[in-house]
């Protein structure tokens, strides 16, 4: 499946008026979800498996789990939600989304990953404080692979 096809099937569903539509081809999986307001794409999620890697199920948003290092036991994790290359600003010429020791708050922007020329942001699901930022920015990252660490007192 090529970007032209992705990009036809984004509008195909965002005009049909469905709430979402998940397709798996071969090592491709795509989750495509629409806003119940004037049916514009909300977020579009391309995750491209490894041949040996067993199918998973298409990643809703971005997974958030406890580190088990000692010394980081008391801070949340936020994961990448598919493979590709993060970015921390919006634009070369913009500023970055966050900064360590800012404050953010749930369904704030981190990052952008970008798949596949689709970019998709990156929000967070917790609000608190970003203890350490994990990944250099323009730095490929894979599915499931830890962002940043949040301290959620």
């Given amino acids: 499946m090529d970007l032209k096809e992705i990009q036809n099937l984004i509008k195909f569903v965002s005009n049909s008026g469905v709430a979402e539509v998940k397709l798996e ?33 298409p990643v809703a ?46 369904g704030d922007v981190l990052c952008v990953v970008e798949a596949m020329k689709l970019f ?5 699901e917790i609000s608190g404080k970003i203890v350490k930022i994990l990944v250099d920015d323009m730095s490929p990252v894979e599915f499931d692979q830890p962002l940043f660490l949040v301290d959620p007192s």
Avoid: C
């Fill in 25 to 57: 081809t071969g090592d491709i999986k795509i989750t495509i979800r629409t806003t119940l307001e004037g049916n514009t794409p909300d977020i579009t999620y391309v995750q491209q498996a490894p041949m040996q890697q067993t199918m998973q199920a």
């Fill in 120 to 124: 998709n942001e990156i929000e967070a």
């Fill in 61 to 106: 948003a971005a997974p958030v789990a406890p580190v088990a290092a000692d010394d980081n036991s008391k801070y949340i994790t936020i994961k990448s939600p598919m493979i590709g290359t993060f970015y921390r600003k919006p634009s070369p010429d913009k500023p970055v989304f966050v900064e360590v020791g800012g404050t953010i708050q749930k």
